[in-house]
């Protein structure tokens, strides 16, 4: 009898609670490792979304861009988002910036001028940021934030590459040989080849006058530039922009976010962001 009593009081036992503690405790860090890897893995889907997206921009500009359409017709407008330089050094082309102008703006997509859905093209309740200028040849740059791995970033896409105020040894004189404001470079230095385009403006040293180039030559190492003042002095050298030369803005498009605010968008950065959510 007492052997039996013992052995139907053993068939009762159940969990002790340090048993129900330990059990608790693994299945709460299984969770949470569950739900941060999902969270990971949705993270990563929404940035390879806005990369996807930011292509099919690129190309659906491309496409239109080769009808003749306007660069910045691509654009909507926003104060917030335009670049505004001159005066700091900051230019595109060795030209300051300045809000809706005719060749520079910045914005947001103009989705009807590019042809597509923008229902297919949103950052959550965000419209991606786009930046255009007939400058440069032709340039553009289209933005998002990524936030994989928990840190806000940059994402730039396009064909605007930043120039910067390079000092390039070069000969010419004037057409006439004497006071004039028309100026023939040549000899432009290896380094140079390809760097300048049609509309760049100048600053020519020797002349030190600022002039807007009319036509490169075809092999690039020269061109025909119109200075805002006559002269008739040799020139010896050739850079961006102004005098002391200006280069040009790291992005196409105002940061909005924090100290950087104002600041061009930077691919990468973590603090000069085309947008916050």
Not at 119 to 142: E, H, L, M
Not at 160 to 179: D, E, I, K, L, N
Request: aromatic letters at 8%; zero cysteines.
């Amino acid at each position: 009898m007492v052997s039996q009593k013992i052995q139907a009081t053993a068939s009762k036992k159940g969990f002790t609670l340090v048993e129900l503690i330990v059990v608790i405790t693994i299945l709460a860090i299984l969770g949470t490792i569950g739900f941060i890897s999902i969270q990971g893995y949705s993270a990563q889907s929404r940035d390879s979304k806005r990369t996807s997206d930011l292509r099919s921009l690129a190309s659906a500009l491309t496409i239109k861009a080769t009808d003749g359409i306007a660069l910045t017709s691509f654009v909507t407008a926003n104060s917030g988002t335009t670049l505004i330089g001159a005066g700091s050094g900051i230019s595109v082309a060795g030209k300051g910036l300045a809000y809706n102008s005719d060749d520079y703006t910045a914005g947001t997509p103009n989705f009807t001028a590019l042809g597509v859905s923008s229902a297919n093209f949103k950052d959550g309740n965000y419209d991606y940021r786009i930046g255009t200028s007939t400058r440069n040849g032709g340039v553009f740059q289209i933005a998002a934030t990524l936030e994989a791995g928990g840190t806000k970033q940059a994402l730039t896409s396009g064909n605007y590459v930043a120039r910067t105020a390079t000092t390039f040894t070069a000969s010419g004189s004037s057409t006439t040989g004497t006071s004039a404001t028309t100026y023939t470079v040549s000899n432009l230095t290896n380094a140079a080849v390809g760097y300048f385009n049609k509309n760049d403006v100048v600053y020519l040293v020797g002349p030190n006058g600022t002039g807007s180039i009319s036509s490169p030559n075809g092999d690039g190492k020269g061109f025909a530039v119109t200075l805002t003042t006559a002269s008739n002095v040799p020139v010896s050298s050739v850079i961006l922009g102004a005098s002391g030369g200006w280069s040009e803005a790291s992005g196409l498009m105002a940061s909005v976010t924090g100290s950087g605010a104002g600041l061009a968008v930077a691919n990468g950065s973590t603090t000069l962001l085309p947008y916050s959510y």
